[in-house]
């Protein structure tokens, strides 16, 4: 192992990989700060730019964005109460009455170096599980990967939203998206109605970027008039990190448990840190000794909330490297970065490109040192950056978009793309369907479906989709997981209930 | 859920088109099963989920109905109407301004139509200040700068140049 390590270590401290690396993490830390510029949103705006780049350099600067945006949303989730991406929610609950209580600097600090702490955590077990999870996929026949696929998209399309139906609607209008352009495995024209831009069906960069960041712009531009977020800026906004430090590991616990279960909840597809936040922070109220001092501004549960945030990232990236299935939204579009380099994901990926998959996990253990030192140290500078006019950023991320959609194909085409997907992904938002399904839908599509299609030729018996272990182990869970927001509802009710009865009895 | 009915709806429609399509695809040829299989099953969830949500905002309606509660109306009033394109005026604008820059770039290249969207978006968009105005050039300028040289000069990716030149 130590090998491949060092073949990523050679990988990654280059020049530019390390400056690519040092600002997305820069620009991460911004889109982060920056309530409603979701981390999803920055990801899709790095990936235009991948073109231009190696695919270590672009896979740097994304991994970059990823660490600096989740642990950047903390900074206006604490000084303004509003959590600048959705990772961040829990760390308002106790980081914002830390920060009217004029100790901003000490719930900042304290946020930074348990996102440094859990992303560190994470990435070790990234380093320790891709391997294996490789290795065990690499018996893999189309038969599980299609089982695989179908687990991703129906776990997703249950997590990802309020409403299965909706989810699942969302997953489909994806897979419906990558189905357009030429058959995977005939390359027979597919509803192109003799159109011949369609003939190469959408490119998907700018169907992301589309769904993504132009329908977030376009939510951002809604109300009648926007007003400005009083920010906390007589509070002191540096803390010594030795202080810090003996506070997080007087709860090594905490910090361990909230770590872990951000790697978990990053694993599963469609689950990401917006979730994991949430149920840190709800875990370590329930393993308090003071659980009564939760919400009043204590720094368990930042540690806890930003801990599991920057923990999802190594979770999500294991499952991508190792099998090719995203853990979510960006590390899907981490996929688009190598397919844009003509690099097919999958288990093949390890033995083929060891270099990239080491390459991803040194840059992951790198992006932490960057987001550090960066955030602790030029607070004062992204703090300012809250204050940027949004009627200057909006015009600017929008012009970004439409060069990077062009960039890839030299297609005016893809510019009406972006246009309609972005159109189309605010009206979804605006209808509460979840984005996130769709992007798994365009990704995996063509996997799904040639994997299918290889395993039906292979063997036209149907049935052994259902009679080989692992297939059929994958079809349960994906079945079980269509029974989950069931599972739920009924628990709601009953606790309805049970609250009622209370209440007419007391 | 008004709304979800509508939706629903549009969702059996458009599968049952693209399942139609998929009908006119080239047979199956060599063990396989052919370009319009998978499609068709994804039509056909896309299809059930339609009638599910339609059915599901039928059934839901009903049962408010049935309890008697009052049920939001959408207030398609004067007022109703004017709060609505308020509320949404500069995402209208936005995306309005947006096709035309497209449809300009193509004639005029990347530069100059970049030039006339940045100070018109931001001019909707922004206050109309005398120190606006700074911020407006300013940004415009640099950005379109910034954008060129990172994509053409650092990135080596072509930029368009405008059918008229």
Redesign the interface.
Same mark, same amino acid.
Do not use: C
């Given at each position: 192992m130590f090998d491949m390590i060092m073949l990523g270590v050679h990988e990654v401290i280059k020049p530019y990989p390390l400056l690519f690396l040092f600002m997305g993490t820069v620009a991460g830390i911004i889109v982060g700060c920056l309530p409603g510029f979701t981390i999803t949103m920055g990801v899709a705006l790095v990936l235009p730019?991948t !073109?231009?780049?190696t695919s270590m350099e672009g896979l740097s600067a994304m991994i970059g964005v990823l660490v600096g945006g989740l642990a950047g949303g903390q900074i206006s989730g604490i000084l303004i109460g509003i959590p600048g991406t959705p990772s961040s929610v829990a760390t308002v609950f106790d980081g914002h009455p830390m920060a009217k209580r004029g100790e901003a600097g000490r719930a900042l600090a304290t946020g930074t170096w348990a996102s440094f702490l859990g992303g560190i955590i994470s990435t070790f077990v990234m380093l320790f599980f891709t391997p294996p999870l490789a290795a065990a996929a690499l018996k893999f026949g189309p038969w599980e990967f299609f089982s695989l696929v179908f687990f991703g998209l129906t776990i997703i399309a249950s997590l990802s939203g309020k409403s299965l139906?909706?989810g699942?609607?969302s997953g489909?209008?994806g897979?419906?998206a990558a189905?357009f352009g030429s058959?995977p495995?005939?390359g027979?024209p597919?509803?192109d109605f003799g159109f011949k831009p369609l003939t190469g069906g959408f490119a998907f960069l700018p169907v992301l970027v589309g769904l993504f960041a132009f329908s977030q712009?376009?939510?951002n531009?809604?109300?009648?008039s926007r007003s400005k977020e009083a920010l906390i800026v007589g509070s002191k906004l540096t803390f010594s990190s030795i202080a810090v430090l003996k506070d997080i590991f007087r709860q090594p616990f905490n910090l361990l448990r909230s770590s872990l279960i951000g790697v978990f909840i990053g694993a599963l597809p469609g689950a990401g840190a917006s979730i994991s936040n949430i149920l840190a922070y709800d875990q370590a109220k329930k393993a308090s000794r003071h659980p009564e001092k939760f919400g009043t501004g204590i720094i368990d549960g930042i540690i806890a909330s930003e801990a599991a945030n920057n923990g999802t990232e190594g979770g999500a990236l294991t499952p991508t490297m190792a099998l090719g299935i995203p853990g979510g939204a960006v590390s899907a579009m981490m996929l688009g970065a190598l397919l844009l380099h003509g690099i097919q994901p999958g288990p093949m990926l390890i033995i083929e490109y060891p270099h990239l998959v080491y390459g991803v996990i040194v840059a992951l253990f790198i992006a932490h040192f960057f987001m550090l030192g960066t955030q602790l140290y030029g607070i004062k500078l992204f703090v300012r950056l809250t204050r940027l006019?949004?009627?200057?950023l909006?015009?600017?991320i929008?012009?970004?978009c439409?060069?990077g959609s !062009?960039?890839i194909f030299?297609r005016?085409f893809d510019?009406?793309v972006l246009?309609i997907f972005g159109?189309f992904g605010?009206l979804m938002a605006k209808?509460k369907f979840p984005l996130a399904p769709a992007i798994l839908g365009v990704i995996l599509g063509p996997i799904?479906?040639v994997n299918?299609?290889r395993a039906?030729?292979t063997e036209?018996d149907i049935t052994l989709f259902f009679t080989r272990p692992i297939s059929l182990a994958f079809l349960i869970l994906s079945f079980l997981s269509l029974l989950y927001p069931f599972y739920q509802t009924y628990k709601q009710n009953k606790l309805l209930i049970k609250s009622q009865q209370d209440a007419m009895n007391g | 859920m008004k709304q979800d009915k509508v939706i629903g709806i549009i969702l059996i429609v458009f599968a049952a088109i693209m399942y139609h399509q998929t009908t006119m695809l080239p047979p199956a040829l060599f063990g396989d099963v052919g370009a319009a299989f998978v499609p068709k099953i994804w039509f056909t969830i896309l299809g059930i989920c339609g009638v599910s949500l339609t059915v599901t905002g039928f059934v839901r309606d009903r049962k408010r109905k049935a309890s008697g509660a009052d049920q939001v109306a959408a207030d398609h009033t004067r007022e109703g109407i004017k709060e609505f394109l308020i509320y949404y005026r500069f995402v209208f604008s936005g995306f309005i301004i947006f096709f035309f820059y497209i449809l300009l770039m193509k004639y005029i290249g990347y530069l100059y139509s970049t030039l006339l969207f940045m100070p018109i978006l931001m001019w909707v968009l922004g206050p109309r200040t005398g120190k606006s105005v700074g911020i407006i050039a300013l940004t415009s300028i640099g950005v379109t700068g910034i954008i060129y040289f990172g994509f053409v000069k650092v990135l080596r990716v072509f930029l368009p140049s405008g059918s008229l030149f």
């Open positions: 730019l !073109f231009g780049l139906t909706k699942i609607v489909v209008l897979l419906i189905s058959d495995m005939t027979i597919r509803f712009l376009l939510s531009l809604e109300g009648k006019p949004i009627y200057a909006v015009p600017s929008l012009v970004l439409a060069v !062009f960039a030299n005016f510019i009406w246009l159109g605010y209808f799904a479906e299918f299609r039906l030729q036209s | -």
